[in-house]
Each structure stands twice: as structure tokens, then as C-alpha cells.
């Protein structure tokens, strides 16, 4: 069977690195078709998430020319999580491959991962066989991340980011996931489905500047933390508990302390105590009604996660 592919592409800014990375795909895809390993009718599906330079025309110039080439134009710039669901549901296919503009995900790995769908698989995970590239903050930081999501609750991919390959029915199932705060990682391993692993060597990016910079990173990584983890909430309740215990305590040896060593201070222990203790309630308190407020806010809101302005 030759199914009909098509890779989905977030791109913002990417101008400077736009047209190397369609002389890549076209040779790629040219190479597939001749292998009979795709249909000749695959495409690649550019998303311009609110580009402010020439993403958007130079997506246009390649449609024109070649119509293996399409785009999907986003009204304003939305996220790379949701420029890439949009893409996602939005393209046609058999087989979705969603991957980054930069270059940095190698897309000979396609290959495997064609290989691996034809194997019975309906998910695969492209995952990073190294980090040698990045610095050691970075490897720290990755690492950490990973390591902290998976102790929340959360299951995630070690060191897989976004490029995979969904079949369409995985795709139809990602459709009924209706999420405000979007974190695809976490999502799609929720579909469950036949899934494996591909391992590639992530390069240095081609061209421009990365548009994960560690502000985003870090709100990145709490948007996950918070859309997929109650465990936060229950810390709080677990912090309120623990300040409750400390405060009696302090009851106990300040009874001590009065009875046996006579070393309290005067007006300390009806000031403080009280103090203490209705703090750890409080905070008790709001830990366990922070538990049904989450869930009650994150389901109640249902504004349009994006909207698509034009499709080539």
C-alpha cells in the first residue's frame, strides 16, 4: 500500500530558513515516490502561525510553483501547539508527519517512520538519540523536565518533542480532545493505539533564531505541568497539612517550655500559635476546593482555539 502523506509544518519567522527546507522535503518526497513508498500525491502543509515577515509569501511562491506544496494561514499567531493541531486537522492523508521548519528534525527519519506504520503501527514518536548539540544547561534543563512531568503523573516520551507520525484514525481521535490549554505530549499518548519509537540525531538549526527562548520554555513546561497534573493542588493541601502538624508542635513545646523550662516568652505563644494554625487551615482549605475549581475552570471555558484564514 502507497499512502498519501502529508507533512504538517508549523512555521513563524521562518523566512530565512522557508525555502531550504522545501528543496529538502521536494527531494525527500521525490525519493518516496520513486521507492513507491508514498503516494505521488502526498503533500507538505506550511502553517504560518502570524509570521510579522515574508513566511507567509514565500509559502504562497512554493504552492504556486510546485502543488505538493500547500498552506494553511492562521489569523493571528496563536502557538506553536496550536499551529500545529490546526495543521493537523486541517490536512489531508493516511499518514500525518508533523515535524519543525528549522531543520533540526531530521527528516530522513520519515523513512523509518513509514516503515514502522506499515509494521501495524498508528503512532510513532520521534525520538532524540542524543543531545550532544546542546549545552549543558540545556541537557539539565531537558532532563529535568522530562523527569519532573513523568513524577507529576504525566505520560510523556522521554526526550520526543513533536515529531511523529499519526495515522487518521489517531488523528480523528486527537479531533475529540477539545482542550483550551494544549499540550499535544501529553495528549496524544492519551489515545492509546499501537505505538513505537524512532530514534534520529537532532542537528544544529539551518537558519534564523529559535523561537523557544527560556521564558517560553518555562511557560511551556507549567502549561503542561497544569493542564495534565493535579499534583500541584495537592502539594498545597499537603503544605497546609504539614503547617497544621508544626503548629501543634510548637503547642507541645511551648507547654514544655512553660512546665519544665520555664523559658517562653510572654505573649509569644498567643500571638504566633493561632497565627500558624489558622494558616495551615487556610491553606488546607484551598488546596481541596483548588482541587474542584481546576477542574470547573479548565472545562467551562470554550473559546475558538484558532482561527484558519486561508488554505492552499
Same mark, same amino acid.
Given at each position: 500500500?502507497?499512502?498519501?502523506?502529508?507533512? @504538517?509544518?508549523?512555521?513563524?519567522? $521562518?523566512?530565512? *530558513?522557508?525555502?531550504?527546507?522545501?528543496?529538502?522535503?521536494? *527531494?525527500?518526497?521525490?525519493?518516496?515516490? &520513486? $521507492?513507491?513508498?508514498?503516494?505521488?500525491?502526498?503533500?507538505?502543509?506550511?502553517?504560518?502561525?502570524?509570521?510579522? %515577515?515574508?513566511? !507567509?509569501?514565500?509559502?504562497?511562491?512554493?504552492?504556486?510553483?510546485?502543488? #505538493?506544496?500547500?498552506?494553511?494561514?492562521?489569523?493571528?499567531?496563536?502557538?506553536?501547539?496550536?499551529?500545529?493541531?490546526?495543521?493537523?486537522?486541517?490536512?489531508?492523508? %493516511? @499518514?500525518?508527519?508533523?515535524?519543525?521548519?528549522?531543520?533540526?528534525? +531530521?527528516? %530522513?527519519?520519515?523513512?523509518?517512520?513509514? /516503515?514502522? !506504520?506499515?509494521?501495524?503501527?498508528?503512532?510513532?514518536? /520521534?525520538?532524540?538519540?542524543?543531545?550532544?548539540?546542546?549545552? &549543558?544547561?540545556?541537557?539539565?534543563?531537558?532532563? /529535568?523536565?522530562?523527569?519532573? =512531568?513523568?513524577?507529576?503523573?504525566?505520560?510523556? *516520551?522521554? %526526550?520526543?518533542?513533536?515529531? #511523529?507520525? =499519526?495515522?487518521? #484514525?489517531?488523528?480523528?481521535?486527537?479531533?475529540?480532545?477539545? $482542550?483550551?490549554?494544549?499540550?499535544?505530549?501529553?495528549?496524544?499518548?492519551?489515545?492509546?493505539?499501537?505505538?513505537?519509537? @524512532?530514534?534520529?540525531?537532532?542537528? $544544529?538549526?539551518?537558519?534564523?533564531?529559535?523561537?523557544?527562548?527560556? #521564558?517560553?520554555?518555562?511557560?511551556?513546561?507549567?502549561?503542561?505541568?497544569?493542564?495534565?497534573? @493535579?499534583?500541584?493542588?495537592?502539594?498545597?493541601?499537603?503544605?497546609?497539612?504539614?503547617?497544621?502538624?508544626?503548629?501543634?508542635?510548637? *503547642?507541645? !513545646?511551648?507547654?514544655?517550655?512553660?512546665?519544665?523550662? +520555664?523559658?517562653?516568652?510572654?505573649? !509569644?505563644?498567643?500571638?504566633?500559635?493561632?497565627?500558624?494554625?489558622?494558616?495551615?487551615?487556610?491553606?488546607?482549605?484551598?488546596?481541596?476546593?483548588?482541587?474542584?475549581?481546576?477542574?470547573?475552570? =479548565?472545562?467551562?471555558?470554550?473559546?475558538?482555539?484558532?482561527?484558519?484564514?486561508?488554505?492552499?
Amino acid at each position: 500500500m502507497r499512502p498519501r502523506i502529508s507533512l @504538517v509544518i508549523p512555521c513563524y519567522n $521562518e523566512e530565512a *530558513v522557508l525555502p531550504e527546507t522545501r528543496r529538502r522535503l521536494a *527531494v525527500l518526497l521525490d525519493q518516496l515516490a &520513486a $521507492e513507491e513508498r508514498i503516494d505521488p500525491s502526498s503533500r507538505v502543509y506550511f502553517v504560518d502561525d502570524g509570521s510579522r %515577515d515574508r513566511t !507567509w509569501e514565500l509559502i504562497e511562491r512554493s504552492s504556486a510553483e510546485d502543488a #505538493r506544496f500547500g498552506g494553511i494561514k492562521l489569523s493571528r499567531n496563536c502557538g506553536h501547539q496550536y499551529a500545529l493541531l490546526s495543521g493537523l486537522l486541517t490536512a489531508e492523508g %493516511d @499518514v500525518l508527519i508533523s515535524l519543525d521548519a528549522d531543520l533540526q528534525d +531530521d527528516p %530522513d527519519a520519515i523513512i523509518a517512520m513509514l /516503515g514502522a !506504520w506499515r509494521d501495524g503501527n498508528e503512532i510513532v514518536y /520521534g525520538v532524540r538519540s542524543q543531545r550532544d548539540q546542546d549545552s &549543558a544547561f540545556k541537557r539539565l534543563t531537558a532532563h /529535568g523536565f522530562y523527569s519532573l =512531568m513523568r513524577r507529576m503523573g504525566v505520560d510523556l *516520551v522521554f %526526550d520526543h518533542a513533536d515529531y #511523529r507520525l =499519526m495515522s487518521r #484514525r489517531a488523528i480523528e481521535f486527537l479531533r475529540e480532545y477539545p $482542550e483550551i490549554n494544549l499540550f499535544l505530549r501529553g495528549i496524544v499518548p492519551l489515545i492509546g493505539l499501537r505505538t513505537t519509537t @524512532v530514534h534520529y540525531a537532532r542537528h $544544529e538549526r539551518f537558519a534564523g533564531e529559535s523561537k523557544y527562548p527560556l #521564558r517560553k520554555m518555562l511557560a511551556f513546561a507549567l502549561n503542561g505541568i497544569t493542564s495534565f497534573s @493535579v499534583v500541584p493542588l495537592r502539594m498545597i493541601s499537603i503544605l497546609g497539612l504539614g503547617t497544621c502538624f508544626l503548629s501543634l508542635a510548637m *503547642v507541645a !513545646w511551648i507547654l514544655v517550655g512553660r512546665t519544665m523550662l +520555664d523559658a517562653t516568652i510572654p505573649g !509569644w505563644a498567643s500571638t504566633v500559635i493561632p497565627t500558624y494554625f489558622l494558616g495551615g487551615v487556610q491553606l488546607l482549605s484551598i488546596g481541596i476546593l483548588g482541587e474542584y475549581v481546576a477542574k470547573t475552570y =479548565m472545562e467551562t471555558k470554550r473559546r475558538p482555539r484558532y482561527f484558519v484564514e486561508k488554505v492552499l
